[in-house]
């Protein structure tokens, strides 16, 4: 998640949500349709464009070149990217005393215990 600071305010690319959060971002195909859809307020985002690796505020009426920046609090209201977010932080990894990671166990299977197929 690139996190975009435009005039003190942390912004987060539209686009982050479309790919991210498939339930909220249902029958929307771009992130202006999320603003439409969803009714998002006008003070909740912005669109800018990157010129020169610089993000630039603008009005918004290339749809090729400006694109929607979305406050990082709106976002924050959003479960379903919340819960990604906390998901990823909850996965404990164990590493070694060489830091190295450390593989899950290996299960080993019985003929009887495996999964069959409608056919077995």
Known sequence: MEI????????????YIL???PI????CRSSRDI?????????QFIYAR???EIWIQNEGKSAKFDKVLIKEEFIKTIPELNNLNESIA????????N????API???LNDNDKLLNIKN
């Open 4 to 15: 975009i600071i435009i005039d003190n305010i942390k912004y987060i690319l539209g686009d």
């Open 19 to 21: 790919e991210n959060g």
């Open 24 to 27: 909220y971002t249902h029958s």
């Open 35 to 43: 603003i439409r859809n969803k009714k998002i307020e006008s003070s």
């Open 50 to 52: 990157k010129i020169n």
């Open 90 to 97: 909850m996965i404990d990894v164990i590493n070694d005393d």
């Open 99 to 102: 830091g190295i990671e450390k």
């Open 106 to 108: 290996i299960i080993n």
